[in-house]
């Protein structure tokens, strides 16, 4: 089994940076990918950003230049850098960890970006 527990949400103005922090534990050596969705109210959830092993990431067009994903492997830790945000990513943010064991997901943190 993973265990995934996010950080670093806040209230941001707007071109402003956040970072969150995804923290697993458990089989993670099980784990093959690590992916940041995002979910606002009343609108589906969207896939953020994405780390593989190997270490290749991918982007929504949407964040692509302004968000980065990265990991520490020596603190078991996912990070996403949001820079330049935008009101439009206003959203709760949910770690996923994909694994030959299944999927897991974490509780979530809420980013706000509001002046």
């Known amino acids: 089994q993973v265990h995934l527990v996010e950080s670093g949400g806040g209230l941001v103005q707007p071109g402003g940076s956040l970072r969150l922090s995804c923290a697993a534990s458990?089989?993670?050596?099980?784990?093959?990918?690590i992916n940041w969705y995002r979910q606002a109210p009343g609108k589906q959830r969207e896939l953020v950003a994405s780390?593989?092993?190997?270490?290749?990431?991918g982007y929504a067009e949407s964040v692509k230049d302004r968000f980065t994903i990265s990991r520490d492997n020596a603190k078991n830790t996912v990070y996403l850098q949001m820079n330049s945000l935008k009101p439009d990513d206003t959203a709760g943010y949910y770690c996923?960890?994909?694994?030959?064991?299944?999927?897991?997901w974490g509780q979530g943190t809420q980013v706000t970006v509001s002046s």
């Open positions: 996923n960890a994909d694994s030959d064991l299944g999927h897991y």
């Open positions: 780390i593989t092993r190997g270490g290749s990431t």
């Open positions: 458990g089989s993670i050596f099980r784990i093959y990918a």
